[in-house]
């Protein structure tokens, strides 16, 4: 086996894992409750998949220079998605779209209370 | 090794579908843009797969607009519900 060999099997084993990611993340937004939980699923593929999706698609791409637009890629996904899904949690919550019932400690609702 | 390339074809479809389903469900509008999210992150990972596949770097600069795509979308949705909400309380508040 030679070292592009290897490199290769370590890309497609990494692509896989964020196929797997995204897989994941369709089955909870289809199995999970609420928005709040839906969230969480959905946020795995949006940061760790797309790092794994991108490391692995490097590798293949190995010695072209436009893989710096990877970096790109990765860095504003990082920047966006957790002020997107703040965003999209926050307006759910001001305007009632979440199941109380699933809520086990509600912080929020003290600090608003304390206002 | 080919094997894996179709494993990773299958899942990415599956999650697309999933998402769609969603998307087709989902009780409010927020739990839509979530799931077209999620649809554009099995885009973005689809297309990192294809690229990969034939080595090709020339659709690199796709992932970018994609992944900018996204955040404008999910925010100007919320922010378009929060708004609405605010209407809404307001009228209330003049009928009482």
Do not use: C
């Not at chain 1, 970096?71 to 990082?78: A, G």
């Not at chain 2, 509008?29 to 090709?56: E, P, Q």
């Amino acid at each position: 086996m030679t070292t592009a060999e290897i490199l290769d099997w370590i890309a497609v084993i990494l692509l896989l894992l964020g196929a797997l990611l995204s897989f994941a993340a369709g089955v909870g937004l289809v199995r999970f409750p609420d928005l709040l939980s839906r969230l969480h699923t959905a946020a795995k593929p949006q940061i760790l998949g797309l790092v794994l999706i991108s490391v692995g698609l490097g590798l293949r791409l190995f010695p072209d220079s436009r893989i710096g637009i990877l970096f790109l890629v990765v860095l504003f996904q990082i920047l966006t998605v957790p002020v997107a899904s703040h965003i999209a949690g926050r307006v759910a919550y001001r305007t009632g779209r979440i199941r109380r019932d699933l809520i086990g400690v509600d912080e929020l609702e003290e600090q608003l209370d304390r206002h | 090794m080919t094997y894996l390339w179709i494993v990773i074809g299958v899942l990415l479809g599956l999650a697309s579908l999933f998402s769609m389903a969603r998307l087709l469900l989902g009780p409010t509008i927020l739990d839509r843009a979530l799931a077209v999210d999620v649809l554009l992150a099995s885009a973005i990972t689809g297309i990192g797969a294809y690229a990969a596949f034939h080595r090709d770097p020339t659709v690199l600069p796709i992932l970018l607009v994609l992944a900018l795509l996204g955040f404008v979308s999910s925010v100007s949705v919320s922010r378009f519900v929060a708004r609405r909400q605010r209407g809404i309380d307001e009228s209330e508040r003049v009928e009482l």
